[in-house]
């Protein structure tokens, strides 16, 4: 299973601000990377993937990959309390996905 | 609901009993997989099948630990003897055959091993 290592966290913000995560991995061959939200006791929920180098908007989402750094991030702007849960970083591995540990997000009212 | 549907959603058994989980994924996706996850970890691979063949299985996977999912629809997965250490939350996802690769979750099975 490829490595894929996220900062631990957890992350606390407040309403408002902006929340910076970040994920690296060890295969330069990986194509496919996807951020999950998971709410405490819930299964994974997918809020973004991204193929390319650069930026990839979705509302208050962007995620960032840079694939000769190997780095791949995901940025919540004006962030809300329903915010608040474990984003987990996934890199796609043949034709499954290998995840990182996950952060957890705690944003501040 | 067209989503993954997984059952049950909690068991709790006693060390050396098994278990077996049931999954039902999306209708139109080819693959189908189980990972385990436990607390403050991302998910584990396990296994996956794409149709009814079992394409791989993960080398940490112990021998009492077996998957199947015949006629290519729901899957099960079960586990033989029971050890504290497999308590864990047992999710299943599935995916198109051709696609980006993104995988569609059920809510999970929690295992509690007494």
């Known amino acids: 299973q490829k490595e894929v290592e996220q900062n631990s966290g957890p992350l606390s913000v407040p309403e408002g601000a902006i929340a910076s995560l970040n994920c690296t991995y060890s295969?330069?061959?990986?194509?496919?990377f996807f951020w999950y939200r998971q709410y405490s006791g819930k299964s994974p929920e997918l809020i973004m993937s991204?193929?390319?180098?650069g930026d990839k908007e979705d509302g208050r989402f962007t995620a960032q990959l840079n694939k000769a750094s190997q780095y791949v991030s995901l940025l919540i702007r004006d962030s809300q309390p329903s915010d608040s849960a474990t984003y987990l970083c996934?890199?796609?591995?043949?034709?499954?996905?290998?995840f990182g540990a996950g952060t957890t997000v705690t944003v501040r009212a | 609901d067209t989503g993954v549907s997984q059952n049950p959603r909690h068991k709790i058994t006693k060390r050396g009993q098994n278990v077996t989980f049931r999954c039902d994924p999306i209708?139109?996706?080819?693959?189908l997989y189980w990972y385990r996850q436990t607390l403050g970890q991302g998910p584990e691979f396990l296994t996956y099948?794409?149709?009814?063949?079992?394409?791989?299985k993960s080398r940490l996977l112990s021998d009492r630990f077996s998957a199947e999912r015949p006629k290519g629809s729901f899957s099960t997965l079960e586990i033989q003897r029971t050890e504290q250490g497999d308590s864990a939350m047992y999710l299943c996802?599935?995916?198109?055959?051709?696609?980006?690769?993104?995988?569609?979750f059920g809510e999970g099975s929690r295992l509690t091993v007494l």
């Open positions: 996802a599935s995916s198109f055959m051709v696609g980006t690769g993104e995988l569609f």
């Open positions: 295969d330069r061959g990986s194509q496919s």
């Open positions: 991204i193929y390319s180098n």
């Open positions: 996934a890199v796609n591995d043949d034709y499954k996905l290998s």
């Open positions: 209708s139109e996706h080819n693959r």
């Open positions: 099948f794409q149709n009814e063949a079992q394409l791989e």
